[in-house]
């Protein structure tokens, strides 16, 4: 018999970004799980091919955050997933103020946005919930060339530590992911080019790109009753990357 508190049937959860990559992979196995989905994405395409891939395991899916609430009745657990990477060569010395800004505005600005929404539904409701928000490894190590980048995953980290002890008293966890090398769109130029998988691949102990797949079992815990009591951690899942 399957572990009860891992059974999510009659919970919603919310997936910012769910459409591909990382996002549809804690979607999908939270509706394996017993979860009805909402996701969004700005791709139409690709927001149809993840809603077909998750309405397999039975569960109500819907494709757009704001209808949300209307559509599926309440949210219990967001995951503030949608991000971007940097552009260019990232140098300190030829970034423009409008790169910095709009990394931080998508990848720090559009959590700060999506767990407000989400934690007064949340508060008003009175019945908990989880907040769980997508950072990176770069919020913990040094990435040269990604000032903004690994800034704008601190700073989530650090509002996630802060979220924990302000929604504490409404029953809401906040917790954070920090993923390594994993292979989606966003990385696909990287993990193609030979130099740059020679230099990697050797790091990861695992010696393999992490998957979409990789993150759904913490997608599960987090957005289960058996993480009702842990709050304001950063789970950092890299295949031993940072630790190597």
Known sequence: MAYK?????????????????IGLGMADAMAEAG??????????EKNDAAV???????????????????????VDN??????????????????DYEEWRRV?????????????????HMVERGQGGSLVAMAST???????????????????????RALSVELARYKITVNSILPGWIETEMTANAVANPKFAGNVLPRIPHRRWGT?????????????????????????????????
């Open 52 to 74: 077909a891939q998750l309405k397999k395991h039975g569960r109500k899916v819907h494709a757009q955050i704001v209808e949300t609430v209307k559509v599926m009745g309440h």
């Open 35 to 44: 979860a009805d989905i909402c996701i969004w994405g700005t791709r139409k």
């Open 138 to 160: 770069a919020a913990i190590e040094g990435a040269a060339r990604s000032s903004h980048y690994g800034a704008s995953k601190g700073g989530v980290t650090a509002m996630v």
């Open 104 to 120: 931080l505005r998508i990848n720090l600005d559009g959590v700060f946005f999506t767990f407000r929404a989400a934690a007064k």
């Open 212 to 244: 979409g797949a990789d993150f759904g079992p913490i997608a599960v815990y987090l957005a289960s009753s058996a993480s009702s009591y842990t709050t304001g951690r950063d789970f950092v899942i890299d295949g031993g990357y940072t630790l190597f």
């Open 5 to 21: 508190g891992f059974d999510l049937t009659g919970k919603v959860a919310l997936v910012t970004g769910g459409n591909g990559g």
């Open 78 to 95: 967001c995951v503030a997933n949608a991000g971007v990477s940097g552009r260019g060569k990232g140098s300190i010395l030829e970034m």
